[in-house]
């Protein structure tokens, strides 16, 4: 035999018959074993499918797991059946292995065939053993083999089992594929590729496409949670159940949109929802969050062109703007989170205060004419209403989004109010807490105002006086320019024109929403002679076509001399009577206090009845102080003014400022000394009889005070006389300058100089076609005149009547009784009715006659005037020092006062200068 293990087939000296035998012993055998692995691994392979396949039909299994199953199911095939052919296969090709392997069943049998398969490894050459006995001995063996059914030694064998399991595993997979193919599809997939991401299979398939994960919710806010079935959903179970992390099941039925619907309270805190339907289960995460909140919402306004703004940002956190129609308007919002989409619509509103007058409107016409004109107007007023009552149309406005910031489009604003909500939905898919409603009122461009201040609204000045006061202009945007304009109108007739003009006393700009100055106003300065002026401030905008806009105005009474007497006459009339109320408080003040002194004893002035009525008569004392005050401070006024006047004499000046003297010592030293004494007297530290004495004390004080009251009313009413006495001279002349007036008037007419009138004044008749219009203005003027004239001239007569009942003097009798035999008031009321008629020539006649007249009686009133020069004689002339002191002090004051005059005008022709240098640079 060779050194190799020889073959069966090359073991020659083993009989044929025997190892034919061992040869079908092992194909047996490796037939049996390797059918063994082979159902072995199928095995595993079906059961760890199977597994899969069942397990998944509750629960998927994760990755890890279904790839730990797949590992042992192939493990049996990849591992097992190897181990197994080795075994079997490989450790079975040799007759001693076969034997071996017999000798378990058989162990004699087995013991021989192993020792004749050693013999035949033997060699002759080396052993001593006889091949004849070796021979016979393999023969013995060989027919104790073939008594003997090999097959009984093979090893228990499996593989009936294990097909019979394949078969059932194999009918298995086979039903499950028949039942659920999509199921038996899906775990084979996901049995194959357990690591892969393919979606897990269940009978009721949930759209998970339609379920956020995670999903994020209102904190602390109620939610609902919707689980959409797909539309190919195997089964579609009635109901669902969910619950929030560990808390309580929610069961929800199937809706007819195949979506399951579960209402949540409020959570805090993040967790999972579990949903289960059916043989489906599936977690979702939930975030609580806070609610994307605005922070912030401003609008960008663009205004009209014509005001030259800049635009300005506006904070409207208030959700409300107020913005000028024709402006343009940029929105924009800053949120607490970052935005993902956002709306806004656009919704006009019509203006509450637009007109309601339309066609409908009541005309209010005479002539047919008249009403076609008012139709016309109506109907474009009507058609102005339905212009500006048009809305443009509601729209949804684009809107860009940047991070956590929302901008709408620009919206132009017209003549309506706009509504315009916005809604917001945040990267985390939370919408808004509701939406912010902007509310857009626009208005139009404000009239500026303008106002004069510092001045009261009628005043009474000299024309060489000069007034200052301030004017003061506002608007919503910007005013161009500011100034002073006046009007005036002749009281009577007068040869000039009434004064017109204006002034600009400063520019302003785009942005000068406020301007004021400092007015300094003298018509002498602009060449204005006495009239009645109405002055007003004005200002300008930068809206087109509206012009200025003007103050309301005041009244400036520019007074010839005389006018200035009269009213200087009328207040000092005011201040006498005032003085003489005074001087009754007085006097009931202290019959007060004398009845007190003599019905109260000194022990009963400090008791409590005692001290009510000395406290009561102080507060008196006091509050008659107090006008007095008042009394002395008009008193002082009034010296001034007429002062400034020039037209009194010098002894009823000296009468005017004795008597103001005296008011200011009572008003500020006498009486507050009476109700010191009066407070003293109720002093609780005081004896009676020192009550009582100060008590006398205030009494005696109140008497010597009540006495210079009585003076004092005494030179005040010698002055008012002299002054009534000059004002009959001074309206006598002003009379007759106003007859004088109608002479020039009349005069200037009927020669033509009146370059406007196209028809000569003589010979028309009024209220004919024939006389200029011109004309009969002028005629209906100067009767209007005349007729105020004879007024005035009937009043001076029943003056001057009275004036000598009080006085006696002869002059003013004379006067008197030469007007009344005149029959003045009729002749005066006769000239009217002539200038009305245009009797121009008697017309003149007879005002100039009577202008003469009237200038003679207040010569003869008058009296002849000084020389000057100073007369001789033993008195001296010049009058005593006291009295030339005063003329001396009245002089200094009246030159004060020219010299104010004067600086106050020259500030007034600066101001007029600035304001030339500014018409200069208009452009």
Do not use: C
Not at 25 to 37: D, G, N, P, S, V
Not at 72 to 92: D, E, I, M, N, Q
Not at 404 to 430: C, M, Q, R, Y
């Amino acid at each position: 035999m060779s050194d190799a293990p020889p073959s069966l087939q090359e073991q020659i000296a083993i009989p044929k018959d025997l190892r034919n035998q061992l040869a079908d012993f092992q194909k047996a055998l490796w037939r049996i074993k390797i059918t063994e692995a082979v159902l072995a691994g199928i095995f595993g392979l079906l059961i760890s499918f199977l597994i899969v396949f069942i397990l998944e039909r509750f629960f998927p299994l994760p990755p890890l797991a279904r790839l730990g199953i797949l590992l042992a199911g192939t493990s049996l095939a990849a591992v097992f059946a190897p181990y197994w052919v080795r075994r079997w296969v490989y450790g079975h090709r040799r007759e001693e292995q076969l034997a071996r392997l017999i000798s378990k069943k058989f162990p004699k049998l087995g013991d021989r065939l192993l020792g004749i398969v050693e013999l035949q490894d033997q060699h002759e050459a080396e052993e001593a053993l006889s091949p004849e006995l070796r021979e016979a001995a393999m023969i013995h063996v060989a027919n104790q083999a073939a008594k003997r059914d090999m097959n009984q030694a093979l090893p228990y064998s499996r593989h009936k089992k294990l097909g019979i399991g394949v078969a059932v595993g194999i009918a298995a997979v086979v039903l499950g594929f028949s039942l659920a193919p999509k199921a038996g599809g899906n775990a084979l997939k996901r049995w194959l590729m357990p690591l892969s991401d393919t979606e897990h299979y269940t009978f009721t398939q949930f759209d998970l496409d339609r379920m956020p994960n995670p999903m994020v919710v209102p904190l602390g806010e109620a939610f609902t949670f919707e689980a959409p079935l797909k539309e190919g959903s195997d089964e579609k179970p009635e109901t669902a159940r969910a619950r929030y992390g560990l808390q309580d099941w929610i069961d929800a039925k199937l809706e007819e949109d195949g979506t399951y619907r579960f209402d949540f309270a409020g959570q805090e805190a993040r967790d999972r929802i579990t949903i289960a339907a059916g043989d489906a289960t599936h977690k979702i995460r939930v975030e609580p969050e806070t609610r994307p909140e605005v922070e912030g919402f401003e609008a960008l306004v663009t205004l009209p062109d014509y005001l030259q703004l800049e635009p300005r940002n506006m904070d409207i956190r208030t959700g409300a703007l107020t913005a000028l129609e024709g402006s343009k308007v940029i929105l924009k919002g800053t949120f607490s989170r970052e935005i993902a989409s956002a709306t806004a619509h656009f919704t006009p509103e019509p203006l509450d205060d637009l007109p309601l007058e339309g066609p409908d409107a009541p005309i209010e016409a005479d002539t047919p004419d008249d009403i076609e004109a008012a139709e016309a107007e109506t109907e474009k007023k009507a058609k102005e209403l339905a212009e500006a009552s048009k809305l443009p149309d509601a729209r949804d406005l684009t809107v860009s989004i940047s991070g956590n910031t929302v901008s709408s489009e620009p919206v132009a604003l017209g003549k309506f109010h706009v509504e315009i909500p916005f809604t917001w939905k945040d990267i985390k898919g939370l919408d808004g807490a509701g939406s912010f409603q902007v509310k857009i009122e626009t208005n139009e461009d404000m009239v500026p105002s303008s106002y004069i201040q510092g001045i009261e609204r009628n005043i009474v000045i000299l024309a060489e006086q000069t007034l200052e006061f301030e004017i003061l202009n506002e608007d919503d945007f910007g005013l161009k320019e500011i100034g002073l304009s006046w009007k005036g109108e002749f009281t009577k007739p007068s040869e000039g024109k009434p004064a017109e003009g204006s002034i600009t006393l400063k520019k302003g700009s785009p942005s000068s929403v406020r301007l004021g100055d400092q007015v300094i106003f003298s018509p002498q300065t602009y060449g204005i002679e006495p009239q009645q002026l109405l002055l007003s401030a004005y200002t300008e905008d930068y809206k087109p076509g509206r012009g200025r806009v003007y103050s309301e105005p005041i009244t400036i009474y520019i007074l010839t001399r005389d006018e200035h007497a009269q009213i200087i006459k009328s207040r000092f009339d005011r201040v006498i009577s005032e003085l003489e109320d005074a001087a009754r408080n007085e006097m009931n003040n202290l019959d007060e206090n004398e009845r007190l002194d003599k019905t109260k004893t000194a022990e009963e002035l400090q008791e409590e009845d005692g001290k009510e009525k000395l406290a009561k008569s102080q507060e008196e004392e006091a509050k008659n102080a107090e006008k007095m005050k008042e009394i002395a401070k008009k008193m002082e006024e009034i010296f001034k003014d007429a002062a400034r006047n020039g037209e009194l004499d010098d002894k009823t000046m000296k009468d005017m400022a004795d008597a103001l003297k005296n008011m200011k010592e009572l008003g500020e030293e006498d009486m507050p000394e009476v109700a010191k004494k009066l407070g003293e007297a109720q002093d609780q530290k005081s004896t009676p009889e020192k009550t009582e004495q100060d008590l006398k004390d205030a009494i005696e004080k109140q008497k010597e005070a009540l006495k210079k009251m009585q003076e004092t009313i005494e030179k005040t009413n010698q002055a008012n006389e002299n002054f009534e006495a000059s004002t009959f001279v001074n309206r006598l002349k002003r009379a007759s300058t106003e007859e004088g007036g109608i002479v020039t008037a009349l005069t200037s007419a009927f020669r033509g100089e009146d370059e406007e009138a196209v028809l000569p004044i003589l010979g028309a008749a009024p209220g004919s076609d024939d006389i200029d219009p011109i004309h009969a203005r002028l005629l209906k003027e100067l009767g209007k005149q005349q007729s105020k004239t004879t007024i005035d001239v009937r009043w001076i007569k029943e003056d001057l009547e009275r004036f000598y009942a009080r006085t006696q003097k002869p002059i003013h009798k004379e006067v008197y009784d030469e007007m009344y035999k005149s029959l003045i008031d009729e002749k005066l009321e006769q000239l009217r009715r002539e200038i009305l008629r245009n009797r121009t020539f008697v017309s003149t006649r007879l005002a100039k006659k009577w202008s003469k007249t009237l200038k003679g009686w207040a010569e003869k009133l008058e009296g002849p005037k000084p020389d000057g020069g100073g007369g001789g004689g033993g008195g001296g002339g010049g009058g005593s020092p006291e009295e030339q002191d005063f003329e001396f002090m009245l002089k200094v004051m009246r030159m004060v006062q020219a010299e104010q005059d004067i600086r106050s005008r020259t500030r007034s022709l600066e101001q007029m200068l600035r304001s030339l240098k500014l018409t200069k640079q208009t452009p």
